[in-house]
């Protein structure tokens, strides 16, 4: 503990100090995070955003690759780096190994999935359709209609069909939302909206 001490007084005095090679640890380790994040945006919010909007063939499989990816441990990736550069990889005649640009693509590596699997999320509605949503003529109706009936289901799922039913009942008798879906299946209308949403980003193309 003591030895923790003495390490943490001396960062602080080299921070106090403005110490140059200190600085220039930091300032590296900003550049290569920066810079791995500038490229993993660029790389994964278009696929992610692709992967939100439209139905593309093998959907699903790319969604599961990019779950999968999202636990991948960094010693691996390194590792993999660390092949594909080393002089004997190929990619060795870059002479990248052991550089900043070897860091910036590990980190790249392993920043890309967790954009794509972020802005994929955000493509899902933020809030179940209300009233005005189903009226004639409004937009997207038959994805209204789509997204009502997966709320339905979600709910048969977890209270079963009595709750269901039990719960449209005391609805249309003018029941409030929050209090009747704590009733009928434990659930907050934030917690249910979360779990709808979840439902929706994982649909199969």
């Not at 550049?31 to 791995?36: F, P």
């Not at 010693?75 to 640009?101: D, E, I, K, M, Q």
């Not at 955000?122 to 997204?147: I, N, T, V, W």
């Not at 005391?170 to 434990?186: I, K, N, S, T, V």
Request: charged share 15%; aromatic share 8%.
């Amino acid at each position: 503990m003591e030895e923790f001490g003495r390490a943490f007084a001396l960062a602080l005095t080299l921070l106090g100090a403005l110490d140059r090679e200190l600085i220039g640890i930091v300032g590296l380790s900003l550049r290569v995070s920066l810079s791995a994040t500038l490229l993993a945006f660029c790389l994964g919010a278009p696929l992610g955003a692709m992967l939100a909007v439209y139905r593309l063939p093998g959907r699903q499989v790319w969604l599961v690759a990019v779950n999968a990816l999202l636990g991948l441990p960094p010693v691996v990736v390194g590792l993999a780096v660390y092949v594909l550069l080393s002089r004997a990889g190929p990619l060795g005649a870059l002479g990248l190994l052991f550089t900043p640009g070897a860091m910036i693509a590990a980190q790249t590596v392993l920043a890309t999935p967790i954009v794509i699997a972020l802005v994929h999320r955000s493509g899902a509605p933020r809030h179940l359709p209300d009233a005005q949503q189903f009226q004639a003529g409004a937009k997207d109706l038959e994805a209204r209609y789509e997204s009502a009936w997966l709320a339905c289901r979600l709910l048969a799922r977890d209270g079963g069909p009595g709750a269901l039913v039990g719960f449209y009942r005391a609805m249309d008798r003018g029941g409030e939302l929050r209090p009747e879906l704590q009733r009928w299946f434990g659930l907050t209308p934030a917690a249910f909206t979360e779990q709808w949403r979840t439902l929706l980003s994982h649909l199969p193309a």
